[in-house]
């Protein structure tokens, strides 16, 4: 084994945000208790990308669930969606010119505290991808973005501003629920200093 390989794998490793100790981020937990529920369904590529903000969410929102997978067990995916009796919504924008994908249904009108709030935590073509093979995820009304603010994720390429991390993408859907912009800044600020220090040891 390469002597490098052996180094990366004794490296200490922090318990909470699961990345080296000298890179940790739990700087920048930034604790939020949404009325909404949040599921994050992290696309195995994203688990050892020091870049991904998926992680970072979940740490930071109060009674979140985190699950990595492509294609879930049918069972396992109807558990996390409906948990505590909650009406699952999938944050994803609508997709008319994709006749591989059946309308959704309308978004229910229900409080914020009554929803779910499910977010594919991949890149664009991942993530859909992950909608093709979970068939639970195309049944689910879907929560499309409005007034998206520019995303701030510089250490990741984007092909449009409007792009947003998932952290971001997340944060402005929370507040889209609660009609509550303010309640969710702290969120963006530590999600700011996560950008900034990846982007340090980019620079180093």
């Known amino acids: ?16 945000c699961l990345r080296a100790q000298t890179a940790c981020i ?9 009325q909404a529920s949040l599921l ?5 590529l994203e688990v050892g990308n020091a870049k ?40 994803y924008p609508a997709t008319p010119d994709d006749r591989n994908l059946s309308a959704p249904p309308s978004m229910p009108l229900l409080p914020a505290s009554a929803l779910r709030l499910v977010v594919l935590d991949a890149t664009w ?17 879907r929560l499309a973005l409005s007034d998206v603010a520019p995303s701030n994720y510089r250490i990741r390429k984007a092909h449009a501003p409007h792009q ?5 993408a997340a ?3 929370l507040a889209q629920l609660e009609g509550d912009g303010e309640r969710y800044q ?7 200093g996560f950008v900034s220090q990846q982007a340090s040891y980019v620079r180093a």
């Open 1 to 16: 084994m390469d002597s490098r390989a052996v180094t990366a794998a004794r490296r200490p490793v922090c318990a909470t």
């Open 125 to 141: 073509r991942k993530s859909r991808k992950m909608l093709y093979l979970n068939p639970a995820l195309q049944q689910l009304p």
């Open 171 to 173: 944060a402005q859907a």
């Open 52 to 91: 991904n903000s998926g992680r970072l969410l979940h740490l930071c929102v109060a009674g979140s669930a985190l699950a990595v997978g492509e294609a879930f067990d049918t069972d396992v995916l109807d558990g996390l969606l409906h948990a505590d009796g909650r009406t699952p919504v999938l944050l």
């Open 40 to 44: 994050v369904l992290l696309h195995p």
């Open 26 to 34: 739990c700087q920048w937990i930034a604790p939020v208790a949404p």
């Open 164 to 168: 947003l991390s998932s952290l971001e």
């Open 186 to 192: 702290a969120l963006l600020d530590a999600f700011d």
